[in-house]
């Protein structure tokens, strides 16, 4: 059974940095597409970045140029790095594979003050 468990959310002010992780457990880690996804209070949850097979990578637009997903296949780990933050990006982050068919982890709270 897949157990996502993300971490490194937080509480910092509009400009700053952030760096998540989510460990994956039970699957192949290293064969999967993955994403990072956000769900935003009262909005439905969204993908903000996709790691392909290929190594290429998917960003939505309001994350474009502020967001930088990256894995560790060693350590069954999958990155977001996230600079400049707006209050825009306050939202439960989370994990998954490119298709979100895994269940959800518990997520990691980042809330960005103005």
């Known amino acids: 059974q897949v157990q996502l468990v993300e971490s490194g959310g937080g509480l910092v002010q509009a400009g700053g940095s952030l760096r998540l992780s989510c460990v994956a457990s039970?699957?192949?880690?290293?064969?999967?597409?993955m994403g990072w996804y956000r769900q935003a209070p009262g909005q439905e949850r969204e993908q903000v970045a996709t790691?392909?097979?290929?190594?290429?990578?998917i960003y939505a637009d309001p994350v474009k140029g502020r967001f930088t997903v990256s894995r560790d296949n060693a350590k069954n780990t999958l990155y977001l790095q996230m600079n400049t933050l707006k209050p825009e990006d306050t939202a439960v982050y989370y994990c998954?594979?490119?298709?979100?068919?895994?269940?959800w982890g518990q997520g990691t709270q980042v809330t960005v003050s103005s």
């Open positions: 039970g699957i192949i880690f290293s064969i999967w597409e």
């Open positions: 998954n594979n490119r298709w979100s068919s895994w269940s």
């Open positions: 790691l392909r097979s290929d190594g290429s990578i």
